[in-house]
């Protein structure tokens, strides 16, 4: 770890970004939350951690936070966020910063995201023209998005949604956010494009089947039509886009299982945690 030892994490209150700080705070870095003024979970951030106002959409917005800064853990999000800001944020970062490490996505890894496409692989383009080490954190699922069905779970013994079959190597989140925090206060992962996933291939129905089993109660899958799930998510918010890629891609993990590998415990010393023990950890989420 460098002197300064100061790092700044973006999206810092979202599903992997208090786990990141908690994490940089464990490695002795000083930690910078960036988060937006009126942003609702800021409880989330772990004690010790600053708090700096600011917005990726106003790329002037990140001068002080980035002050004095050594790395970056970036999250951009894809879902309230355009791209258009992106080049912007990224000289920013470059003028001050030494390291970044980037939350990508397992289809810029498999070569199913396309750069036009204004997501992963675009930032992660953008990255390689700078200066700066990078390193990239391309994810698979995370075991978090078993969240999504909690309120069926909840109310009923039977989720219907599409795909149950499709098989994915999800990765506990904050399994990635100590991948990142390694990545920026320790040598040797400069220009590294890590797949950072779990260590078990589990299907959608089978990780009902478990969050049944640590609740005490039989749960059962249903399909939902790939047309009628589409409507569903786009009614809900989804860019159409990321609805026919995600339900495209779930269709091929119903042929074969999602690529996987041993990156959790290669850099961080300890194997990856499964399924079974992050939703013992949330059981009361699904009662």
């Given at each position: 770890?460098?002197?300064?030892?100061?790092?700044?994490?973006?999206?810092?209150?979202?599903?992997?970004?208090?786990?990141?700080v908690a994490h940089l705070l464990d490695a002795g870095a000083r930690v910078r939350a960036l988060v937006l003024r009126d942003d609702p979970n800021i409880g989330r951030l772990p004690q010790g951690v600053e708090i700096c106002y600011g917005?990726?959409?106003?790329?002037?917005?990140?001068?002080?936070?980035?002050?004095?800064?050594?790395?970056?853990?970036?999250?951009?999000?894809?879902?309230?966020?355009?791209?258009?800001?992106?080049?912007?944020?990224?000289?920013?970062?470059?003028?001050?910063?030494?390291?970044?490490?980037?939350?990508?996505?397992?289809?810029?890894?498999?070569?199913?995201?396309?750069?036009?496409?204004?997501?992963?692989?675009?930032?992660?383009?953008?990255?390689?023209?700078?200066?700066?080490?990078?390193?990239?954190?391309?994810?698979?699922?995370?075991?978090?998005?078993?969240?999504?069905?909690?309120?069926?779970?909840?109310?009923?013994?039977?989720?219907?949604?599409?795909?149950?079959?499709?098989?994915?190597?999800?990765?506990?989140?904050?399994?990635?956010?100590?991948?990142?925090?390694?990545?920026?206060?320790?040598?040797?992962?400069?220009?590294?494009?890590?797949?950072?996933?779990?260590?078990?291939?589990?299907?959608?129905?089978?990780?009902?089947?478990?969050?049944?089993?640590?609740?005490?109660?039989?749960?059962?899958?249903?399909?939902?039509?790939?047309?009628?799930?589409?409507?569903?998510?786009?009614?809900?918010?989804?860019?159409?886009?990321?609805?026919?890629?995600?339900?495209?891609?779930?269709?091929?993990?119903?042929?074969?299982?999602?690529?996987?590998?041993?990156?959790?415990?290669?850099?961080?010393?300890?194997?990856?945690?499964?399924?079974?023990?992050?939703?013992?950890?949330?059981?009361?989420?699904?009662?």
């Open positions: 770890m460098t002197a300064r030892n100061v790092v700044l994490v973006t999206a810092a209150t979202g599903n992997v970004g208090p786990h990141a917005d990726l959409a106003e790329p002037d917005s990140l001068d002080e936070a980035l002050e004095g800064v050594d790395g970056v853990f970036l999250m951009w999000p894809f879902f309230a966020l355009p791209v258009d800001t992106a080049p912007a944020v990224l000289k920013k970062i470059e003028a001050k910063a030494r390291r970044v490490a980037f939350v990508s996505s397992v289809g810029v890894h498999i070569g199913l995201e396309p750069v036009d496409n204004n997501c992963h692989a675009y930032i992660e383009q953008l990255l390689e023209r700078t200066t700066l080490e990078w390193t990239f954190l391309r994810t698979t699922g995370f075991h978090c998005n078993a969240l999504g069905f909690a309120a069926q779970i909840s109310t009923g013994d039977v989720v219907r949604y599409p795909y149950g079959e499709a098989t994915r190597t999800s990765v506990d989140e904050g399994d990635l956010a100590a991948v990142g925090a390694k990545a920026l206060t320790s040598d040797g992962h400069a220009r590294k494009k890590y797949l950072v996933s779990g260590p078990e291939e589990l299907s959608q129905a089978e990780q009902v089947r478990i969050i049944g089993e640590v609740i005490g109660r039989e749960l059962s899958w249903q399909d939902v039509e790939h047309g009628a799930a589409r409507q569903a998510m786009v009614d809900s918010g989804w860019p159409p886009s990321y609805a026919d890629g995600a339900l495209d891609y779930f269709a091929t993990l119903t042929k074969e299982p999602e690529v996987g590998s041993n990156v959790v415990e290669e850099v961080t010393g300890r194997p990856a945690r499964n399924f079974r023990s992050w939703a013992a950890a949330r059981a009361d989420a699904f009662r």
